[in-house]
């Protein structure tokens, strides 16, 4: 069985934290509890059962599997889609290259085909959940301060337990914050800073809020845990050290000006910390991969078929990717939803002719074709068969229903510094080399090719080593992971007609799209809610 020291802590938080309010309106909110705030922090054994449920946050949907969410999707909604993971997910992938839902669900198919509006349903989902888990994350650092702590007698052992907690707290408010960054651009913007009123959030600039999580990322690292020297699952120094990283490979977009050498710095620390690449890819997607792949996983979100429970997380991403002639044993669960899979270009990506075989190469054939011809026809397009709820040596996970998996999600992993490092040196960044960076692929492909016994197939050579070809190799090593709708547009390729996929723009051939789709709209319901926001350009 599965051990996650933060999602044993699970239930209490849930209950703790139960009461935490959902509109964005009300972003700097104090929640309230079953039992009297003061109380929970009163006790010092109380503080990590509330910070479990701020990890919780990025997977559960609520308080329950159904019927008490976090985030109201509104009347006959499916309560899954408002997961963090899930909601983010759909915006990532499904308006990309890789992905393609067959689901016949009107804002799904404008996520297909990059036509969405500010009254998008899962564009809303996704919103709301990242300022929950705001909001939510406000609360915790507020109520753990060094006053008080001092006001209530929490001294020593406990003080210092307490104040990694909330250095823990304030990494997941930046990981929302930098997600919020990347989609939404100008958002509202509260703090623990705000007291909790009934005053409407200002919007923040995106350079603003880029400027705001960089500070927040370099004030904590030195209060969290050395990389790799604390529990699995919880956020370390390297979690905010390539999140960091990540920050500054984007800079361009968020802030336009490029900050490159920054990105070197933040992936150096990293790859300085110890750690390894998983010895073959497959072991990174399955249910024990919390410690068949823990050597490269830098920051899970953790599942548990048995103790999280969620129509969210892995568990969507395995059961909707099941369907047609794929049989829902093979992948560890009961039956498939036959809905996700790729179009054509994710697979064309992988050579054919090439020597040997990428083992990266993850998709179901039979019964399948290439192209995706009818959006809502599961059979167009080849299943993907990266995720699955088995273990490294083919066992089931431990719901016995087969609904609810337990393979954790890795938000940050080793590979991904590798390909930031590469990226960043040949964008003219300081502090790397290109010697390096082509011995950080090309161990990439050595494991894609398997060539732990000294093989080079596969391998690339220095002229090799270009911008596309990372952006292609991106794909390659990180698709399903939520990294490519930033990719794309960081590529200048996710909008404009340069580069085209099917449906893109509701076009079977696919169309150029306007620049202002490079970000979501803030959602029609917090314009009005809160009339003080503006609209992002285009919406």
Known sequence: MKSHPVLRRLALGLLLSGGLAACTKDLDRSPFYDL??????????????????????????????TGSPDVFAGAGKDEGETSYLRAWWYLQELTTD?????????????LNTETWSSSNDLINNSYTRIFYEVAACN???????????????????????????????RFLRALAYYHALDMYANVPFVTEADAP???LPKQIKRADLFTYVESE??????????????????????????????LYLNAEVYTGTARYTDCLTYCNKVLAAGYKLAPEYRLLFLADNNTAAASEIIFPIESDGLVSQTYGGTTYLIHAAVGGRMIGSTYGISSGWAGNRTRQNLPLLFPTAASGTDSRFMFFRPGQRLNVDTLTVFSNGYGVTKWKNVTSTGVPGHDPTGTFVDTDFPMFRLADVYLMYAEAVLRGGQGGSQAQALAYVNALRDRAYGNASGGTDGRIAASDLTTSFILDERARELYWEGTRRTDLVRFGRFTGGTYLWPWKGGVAGGKALDGTRNIYPIPSTDIVANP?????LGY
Do not use: C, H, M
């Open 98 to 110: 890789e992905a393609v839902v067959a689901w016949n669900s009107g804002p799904l198919q404008e």
């Open 197 to 199: 009123s009934k005053n």
């Open 217 to 246: 990322l370099k004030a904590i690292e030195p209060l969290l845990t050395p990389a790799r020297q604390g529990p699995y699952g919880r956020a370390d120094q390297g979690a905010a050290q390539t999140l960091l990283a990540k």
């Open 139 to 169: 609360e915790f650092i507020r109520e753990s301060s060094d006053d008080k702590l001092a006001s209530r007698n929490i001294t020593g052992a406990d003080a210092d337990a307490a104040r990694l907690d909330r250095a823990e707290a």
């Open 36 to 65: 009297n705030t003061e109380s929970v922090y009163s006790d010092p054994n109380n503080y990590i059962k509330v910070l479990a449920k701020l990890y919780a946050g990025f997977n559960l949907a609520g308080q329950g599997t």
């Open 532 to 536: 003080t926001l503006t609209q992002n």
